[in-house]
Structure formats: structure tokens, C-alpha cells
């Protein structure tokens, strides 16, 4: 028969003899008895640098310098890996004696991969005080042993932990976690560059040191040499530790930043390669990588490529949006690389036209004027930044050679803009980036600007590789209607007596828009109400794991929301951030004696909640409105739980990546980039209670979806091309129902050999011992264990998030009862188990959230704790329950006539206005 579950030394003799004979690596040998290993070593080192010509007195320099960053425990092993790094890449500088020149000893040699010595060990035992300097693993922890150890020149910069195909990939990246830990072996990973776990499987994951978990990536090339090896495992090897791809990987797409390191994703690796090689023969370009694929660090790489490889080039980086200018700007100070950010269009010429700074970014809109209602911060800005590139002085030109990057260039380079640019620099190079799919109408002219498409990574791709999120959509609709047109005429006709037909006419089509009717105080407040529901019963929003954002069609909807949003139980924990800045202006001029105009009511709900935020008098808080936007993003970001709801009109729908957000409600008319870009803000990877982002649309921006989603070639998605969509959202409930069954029929398998009648005894002793208190059977049933908690919580999250709509989704009354059974069932079983095998297990974050969704929906009960119409209680009520809301009123609101009239008024208001 053929061979099924190969045994982890089986893939490991096989993995060695492809690293020898394959790519050309010399064996060392299994190093599990051989004393003193450690991640330098000195004799190959040494004998490495005599062949590249180093006297021995400056080698043994050298190797102090390398030694003493690698084993400094007084530092943190990222501070010890980043001066590690440094000597690496830059080289060790060193004087040969007093009074010399400073020479550089190169530790690797970078212009010629194959001039070094790459090496190979297995079962690379470190044990207390093996490693050099001082540094020592822990005497506690014992002696850990890494299965493969990657050495070029003597010094380890890769590892690799090895599973047998049966056993996930998870447990080998796990194991370099550990073994980074104080406890263990944490100074063996000074050098380490490239860290890695593998089975026949799954194929390799890699990060690099102190990389969590959910962040660890899978290598995916289509192409190439090894692309038809038929090994999962094997092909992603020779991809990725080929010599001279090894060296490359550590040279170019390693990054410090702001305290994490980081390595390059598949997609980044082959876009900055791509454009390395227009650059090259002098042309431009467009890479488009979809939202949340890295982009910004893609910018870093190629930027340091450029200014390296490139005499006299400078990179000037253009945006539109100041939280694209101000993200720029962090990821590039993070990484060390000094960057100017030009103050005016006059700054920007004499910063070009001067040699001093070699890295520029410019935003386009900085020039503009006050941003207008609705947070554009377009027309304005760059009418007034193309007129200052145009106010040159005689004789002008840029200094170097100018390399221009133009972020999210499907929006921000103009026909004017490009022209004014091409005046200024006529001999610089453009490329564009982009996060979403060109337009049809765009195409010609962004091809005719830049040039044609370096590289593409789009959505499904990403979703597929685990790069982003799936997205799953959903549509609300609100009904609403006119009760008494005859009133509203009446009230025009009585408050525009004064006015001639002309005037009349226009005021009656500004208030008589869809925007104004849709904008009304109940229909806003039916919104508020389901959100709150959703923060009640949604996983993440009711754990405080994740959070959501609203996108308002204006500015003045957004304080409307934030008022309503102020009398719930997210008061304190919501908060508006647009593009508007309360000063004393805006209240001036606005009194009409008539009541309170938008611009004022604005005002006075910014002025009141940036004095809640700050907890001081409104007149101080008002000043504070840059700090408060700072201080709002940063909390979304790192306490979800403490700001729940961000409410936007514009601002933050691009260039704002904010893990936890994992609902976007958008109740604003979008279409093409802004759409897209809008629901990529939830796309970003957050663990594993995070399996998808959620749209929630109340603006009818999606043509309904029937089964799995076709491709878009009309409605929102009308002017995108066809192929660039692809595989962008799914059926919510269809995708759902999958997941359930997978899920159910996962857990039910597990248990299938379980012994009848199924009861807790025999539960005990499928996943614990069939002898009571047997340690060796119960240690030999951990791994059947652990899948029960698995399964289980895969079957407890799948069933949260379809819980209320499984007969939607397609289940029959009776199918519905049997689910809920087996939730109910298989949980209680699952702590059972964990109570009686004395297991702790590292439960799911959202798990305690789940557990309140199964007892919400199977004890109708608790429904009726949560009614007492307190924080809009009675909405939410008459929302779940329709017309059986009257029954579950409180017996002594139940006997009063009129507030069961009252309740029956406001139930036909919510049959017509609250459909889903």
C-alpha cells in the first residue's frame, strides 16, 4: 500500500538530502551528541573569512563584534537580532590599527551567493552553557533540540521544525515559539533570520523570531524552476533556500519595524522583483496589490532597493489622503529610513530642487482648502497643489535621479496633476500603487500615466493564500415613507410665504431629497437599534474582541448617530472621526432664531464630545481635536472593547488598518474605489475568532446574491472589470450553512467510535483513559483531546454565527432542534472532558461569547431578561419578536391599554421600516 502518515525522521532524512544534493548545501552531520553547538561558529567562521582574504587578527575582531551583539543579555532578543542584522547586512566596520582607515568585514558575501558556505545540521542539541559569550539557555528547561539548522558561513540563520504529515503544521510552529522563550534557547535565535515548521502536508510556514502565530505564512509560486515539484513541502524549500533566493530574502525584504521584525509576504517578494527589473531599463509602471496585502512595506522595500542600487536616486512619495501621508511616514521612521514630509508646494520645490534629503513624501491635498462637508479632500487640494508644482523659479530642476511613487494612483494622478508633474520632472520615473481593481474608464488613462501593470495581487488570491480576510455580505433594508404628504406641503407652503416661486422650488428640492427623507430621525434611530442588537449578540462585538465602524452619509448624520448612539450602553465607547475640525467660526453666523442650523448642530455635538473625551470644559476640549482623533484610532486599534463603534463619512476608509474592526455598516451611497476600499477595512487578520470581515448594507449598494456569488458586472461593481472582482464576497448565508455542516459532521466523526449509550463515562474513556487514572493513557489520548476542543469550538463559532437565521438558511424546524442539541451536547461534553482529564487549555478568545450566544437562544428566557425597555431595549424586542412582543411586555404594561396600543403602533412602524 502506499505510504500514508510518514514519520517525521522519514521527512526529515528527505528534506536533508535535498538541501545536499539538491541546492548544494555541505551536511555537518546529527549534531544531537556533539558538544558546545551553537548559532556561531567561530572555526567555520574564521576559516570562511581566511578565504575571502581577512588576516586572522581582524577575523578574530570580527567574530568578538558578532559575538558580543549575539549573546548581550542585557538586551532583548529583538534588540540582539536587529544588531546582528545590522552586522550582517552592512558589514562589521573595523580599524586594522590605530590611525587606519576603517575597513568593512563583510560577515556574508552578498554580490556573490554562491562565494558562501552554506551548511546544514540536524538535531541541533543546545544545551545550558553551550552558547558563546555568556549566554545560557535556561538549566531549568534542558537540553532543546531543533530538527534542521540553516548555516552560511558558520553563523545559523534559518531553522526549520518538522512534523510527521499526520500532525499540523501548528505544533512545529508552536515549537520555535517555545524554544524562543527565556526558559529554553532564546540566544540560539540571535542570528536566526528566517524561521520555519513544515510537514508533508501542509507543505512550510515561515516568519522570522517572536512571530505570532496567526502571522506566520505559507510561500505560494506558481512559476519557476521548482513550481511542478509534486511535494508540497519540498517545492516550498527550493523556492525558498535556494542560495542565492535565501541570501536575497535576508538581504532585501527583511524589516525592524517600530519594534517588530518582519519578512517579506510571496506577493511582495515578486512585486518589488518585477519592478526591480523595469526600474532596470528605465520604466514605469502600476502594481496593484489589493487592500491589506503590505503594500506600504512593498513602498519601503523597493524605495531602499532603489536608493541603494541606484546612483543619485531619490524617491519622492505622493498621496492624497492624510492618513496615507501619516501611515507612510510610520512605517518608514519604524524601519530607520529618515523621511521628509514637505510642508507646502513651495517646500516641495526647493526640497527638490536641493540634494539634501533622498526620501520625500508629499501630500496633495495639504494644499487644498478647508475640506468640505462630506470629508473630500479632493478638488480643492489639488488645483492648488498642481498651481504651486507650476510657480517654479527660472532655470529650476530637480536635483537626482527622481524615482515618484504614487499611492492609490487610480484617484490621486489627475490628468492636471500628471501634466504639472511631467512639467517638473520631465526625466523621473513614476510607478503607481493601488490597493483596488483599475476601472474600465480609468484603465487607458492610467496605462497612458504610468505605464502597464508590474505586478498583480488581487483579492481572491490573497483570501486564498490567508494574506486577508473572506468578506461576507449582508443587505438591510429599511423601509421608510411619508405618512402625510399633504402636511408637508402644507408646512411649505405656510413657511414660504415670503419667498418667490423660484426660491420655493429650490429650498423644496433640497429638503425634499431621498438624502434628507432617508436622513430622518427614526430611520437613523432604527439603525442605532440594530447595531445595538448586533453588540449583543454578534461574536467579537459582544466579547469585546472586535469592534465595528459606520460609515454616515454627512458629517451632520454622523453627530445625529453619535447623539442617539449617546443614551445606550455605548455611551463612552463610541466616537466620530471625519475630516471636520470644530472652531468658533462655525458657530458664527448660524443663529436665525429659527433653531439650530447643521453647521451648528455640528459644533456643539463635536464641542460636547470632545469635552466627555478629554473630561474637561468644552471651550479647553475643543482645541484638542488632532490629539483626540490620535487618541481615538489609537484606542480602536489596541482596546477594542473600550471604543466599540468608530462612526466615519470618509476619513479612515483608506489607508486605517485596524485589526479588530470586523463589521462595516455603511449607510452612504458609495460606488467603484471608494466601495471597494471601504469594505477592505475588515479584511485584516486578527486570530482565529476573526474567520471573516462583515458588510452590513443598508444602502442597496449590492444587487441581491442568489447562492454562491457570481461575478460582478453590474450594480455597485458595474465599472470594474470583471476578473478584477472576483471572488470578493460570498453568500453570507450559504457560506454559513457550509461551515455549520463541516463543522457538525468534523465533531460528530471524532466521536463516532465511542462506545453506546454515549454517555459521560464513555466519553472518559475515549478521550481520557479507559482505566481510571491510567497517566499513560491519558497522555497517550492528548492529541484526541486536543481535537475534540478543536472541533468544538469550530462547531460552537460556526453555529453563533448563524444561530438567528438558520431557517433562512435553509434548516426545517425540526433540523433546527436537532442542532441546537448537538451544540448543547457536544459542549457539555467538551468540558467534561476538560474538567476530567485535568487538560488547560488555551480556550478561543471569543468562547465566553459564544457560550452567551447558546444559552441567549436556547433559553428563551434570557430574551425576556434584556426587554424591560431600558437602553432601547423595547426596539430590539419588537425587532426579534414581531407581533409576539405584545405577549412578552411586562404583566403590569401588558394591563395597560394604552401602552398596549402604543406597542402595536410601533410594531406596524417596525413591519414597515425594519425588514431585513
Known amino acids: 500500500m502506499p505510504s500514508v502518515g510518514q514519520i517525521e525522521k522519514k521527512t526529515q532524512e528527505r528534506v536533508l538530502a535535498l538541501l545536499s544534493r539538491r541546492l548544494g548545501y555541505t551536511y555537518l552531520g546529527d549534531w544531537i551528541d556533539r558538544p558546545a553547538n551553537s548559532n556561531i561558529e567561530p572555526e567555520r567562521l574564521k576559516a570562511w573569512l581566511a578565504g575571502q582574504g581577512v588576516r ?64 546544514v545540521a540536524e538535531e541541533v542539541t543546545v544545551r545550558s552553557g553551550d552558547l558563546a559569550g555568556g549566554a545560557k539557555a535556561s538549566t531549568k528547561a534542558g537540553a532543546k533540540r531543533p530538527d534542521v539548522v540553516l548555516y552560511v558561513n ?45 510537514n508533508d502536508t501542509e507543505g512550510m510556514r ?50 525592524f519595524d517600530a519594534g517588530i521584525k518582519k519578512v517579506c509576504r510571496q506577493n511582495q517578494y515578486f512585486g518589488v522583483v518585477a519592478a526591480q527589473a523595469f526600474i532596470r531599463r528605465r520604466e514605469g509602471g502600476i502594481i496593484w496589490h489589493t487592500q491589506g496585502s503590505g503594500k506600504s512595506l512593498t513602498m519601503v522595500w523597493l524605495a531602499k532597493w532603489i536608493r541603494e542600487n541606484r546612483p543619485g536616486a531619490r524617491v519622492l512619495i505622493i498621496t492624497d489622503r492624510t492618513e496615507l501621508d501619516e501611515q507612510i511616514e510610520k512605517v518608514f521612521l519604524g524601519v530607520s529610513e529618515t523621511i521628509y514630509r514637505t510642508k507646502s508646494g513651495a517646500d516641495l520645490i526647493a526640497t527638490l530642487g536641493q540634494a539634501d534629503e533622498s526620501l520625500i513624501c508629499t501630500l496633495v491635498h495639504k494644499f487644498g482648502g478647508k475640506d468640505d462637508d462630506d470629508g473630500a479632500e479632493g478638488t480643492a487640494g489639488t488645483k492648488a497643489f498642481v498651481e504651486a508644482l507650476r510657480r517654479v523659479p527660472p532655470g529650476w530642476k530637480a536635483k537626482g535621479d527622481l524615482h515618484v511613487f504614487v499611492d492609490e494612483c487610480h484617484r490621486t494622478q489627475s490628468g492636471d496633476l ?30 497612458e500615466v504610468f505605464g502597464r501593470y508590474i505586478h498583480t495581487y488581487k483579492f481572491d488570491q490573497a483570501v486564498r493564500e490567508g494574506v486577508v480576510l473572506d ?42 431629497t431621498m438624502q434628507r427623507v432617508l436622513s430622518s430621525q427614526s430611520r437613523l434611530s432604527m439603525i442605532v ?27 451632520y448624520e454622523a453627530c445625529k448617530f453619535y447623539e442617539l448612539f449617546a443614551g445606550t450602553p455605548l455611551q463612552g465607547k463610541c466616537a466620530i472621526v471625519t475630516s471636520y475640525m470644530p472652531t468658533t467660526a462655525d458657530a458664527k453666523g448660524e443663529a ?25 470644559p468644552e471651550d479647553v476640549a475643543t482645541r484638542k481635536a488632532e490629539l483626540f482623533e490620535k487618541q481615538a484610532k489609537k484606542r480602536f486599534i489596541e482596546q477594542p472593547g473600550q471604543l466599540k463603534l468608530l462612526i466615519v463619512v470618509d476619513k479612515l476608509l483608506t489607508g486605517f488598518d485596524a485589526p479588530p474592526a470586523t463589521y462595516l455598516y455603511i449607510d452612504r451611497k458609495m460606488q467603484d474605489h471608494g466601495l471597494f476600499q471601504a469594505i477592505c477595512r475588515v479584511n485584516r487578520l486578527d486570530g482565529e475568532d476573526k474567520p471573516y470581515g462583515y458588510i452590513i448594507d443598508y444602502k442597496d449598494l449590492f444587487k441581491p446574491l442568489e447562492g454562491a456569488v457570481r461575478d460582478y458586472t453590474s450594480g455597485a461593481f458595474d465599472t470594474f472589470d470583471q476578473e478584477d472582482v472576483k471572488g470578493l464576497l460570498k453568500d453570507r448565508l450559504a457560506s454559513g450553512r457550509q461551515d455549520l455542516e463541516e463543522a457538525r459532521e468534523a465533531i460528530k466523526a471524532l466521536c463516532e467510535p465511542v462506545q453506546q449509550a454515549r454517555d459521560s463515562v464513555a466519553y472518559m474513556r475515549f478521550f481520557c483513559a479507559a482505566e481510571s487514572g491510567n497517566a499513560e493513557q491519558l497522555k497517550a489520548n492528548e492529541p484526541r483531546r486536543l481535537k475534540l476542543y478543536k472541533y468544538a469550538a469550530a462547531l460552537l463559532r460556526t453555529y453563533a454565527a448563524l444561530a438567528s437565521e438558520l431557517e433562512a438558511a435553509g434548516y426545517t424546524p425540526a433540523e433546527i432542534q436537532t442542532i441546537k442539541t448537538e451544540v448543547e451536547h457536544f459542549s457539555k461534553v467538551r468540558d467534561e472532558v476538560r474538567l476530567a482529564s485535568g487538560d488547560c487549555i488555551d480556550l478561543k478568545a471569543f468562547e465566553p461569547a459564544m457560550r452567551f450566544l447558546i444559552d441567549t437562544y436556547i433559553r428563551a428566557d434570557e430574551s425576556e431578561k434584556i426587554s424591560a425597555f ?47
Not at 437602553?871 to 394591563?895: E, F, Y
Request: aromatic share 10%; net charge neutral.
Open 529 to 555: 437599534a440594530d447595531i445595538l442588537l448586533d453588540m449583543s449578540t454578534r461574536p467579537r462585538l459582544m466579547d469585546g474582541h472586535g469592534n465595528a465602524m459606520l460609515v454616515a452619509g454627512s458629517i
Open 471 to 512: 468578506l461576507r455580505y449582508e443587505a438591510r433594508d429599511i423601509e421608510q415613507r411619508i405618512t402625510s404628504p399633504k402636511r408637508v406641503d402644507d408646512w411649505f407652503e405656510s413657511n414660504t410665504k415670503g419667498l418667490n416661486d423660484l426660491a420655493r422650488a429650490q429650498l423644496k428640492q433640497k429638503w425634499g
Open 418 to 447: 500628471h501634466q504639472a508633474m511631467k512639467a517638473l520632472l520631465p526625466s523621473a520615473l513614476f510607478v503607481g500603487f493601488t490597493g483596488t481593481p483599475l476601472l474600465k474608464a480609468d484603465k487607458a488613462r492610467s496605462i
Open 592 to 616: 436665525t432664531g429659527e433653531g439650530e442650523t447643521d453647521s451648528l448642530r455640528k459644533y456643539q455635538v463635536y464641542r460636547q464630545m470632545l469635552a466627555d473625551w478629554f473630561n474637561e
Open 206 to 255: 515561515y516568519a522570522t523570531i517572536e512571530t505570532p502565530e496567526k502571522y506566520w505564512l505559507s510561500w505560494v509560486e506558481e512559476t519557476g524552476e521548482f513550481a511542478d515539484e509534486p511535494n508540497l513541502l519540498d517545492r516550498n524549500l527550493l523556492q525558498l533556500c535556494a542560495k542565492r533566493r535565501f541570501l536575497q530574502l535576508i538581504h532585501d525584504f527583511i524589516v
Open 56 to 119: 586572522g587578527t581582524l577575523a578574530a575582531r570580527a567574530l568578538f563584534e558578532l559575538q558580543k551583539a549575539a549573546f548581550d543579555t542585557s538586551s532583548s532578543l529583538y534588540d540582539r537580532n536587529h544588531a546582528v542584522y545590522r552586522l550582517l547586512r552592512y558589514g562589521v566596520k573595523l580599524r586594522p590599527e590605530v590611525g587606519a582607515n576603517t575597513v568593512t568585514v563583510w560577515l556574508v558575501n552578498w554580490a556573490d551567493a554562491l562565494a558562501n558556505d552554506f551548511a
Open 154 to 198: 558558520g553563523i545559523a540563520l534559518g531553522v526549520l521544525e518538522l512534523k510527521r504529515s499526520t500532525v499540523s503544521v501548528s505544533e512545529g510552529i508552536r515549537q520555535n515559539l517555545d524554544n524562543q522563550k527565556k526558559e529554553f534557547i532564546e540566544p540560539f535565535f540571535s542570528t536566526m533570520q528566517w524561521v520555519m515548521a513544515g
Open 870 to 916: 431600558d437602553d432601547l431595549s423595547l426596539i430590539q424586542l419588537i425587532v426579534d419578536r414581531g407581533a409576539a412582543a405584545v405577549d412578552s411586555l411586562p404583566a403590569a404594561i401588558r394591563k395597560n391599554q394604552t401602552a398596549v396600543a402604543e406597542t402595536n403602533k410601533m410594531l406596524e412602524l417596525a413591519k414597515n421600516q425594519h425588514e431585513y
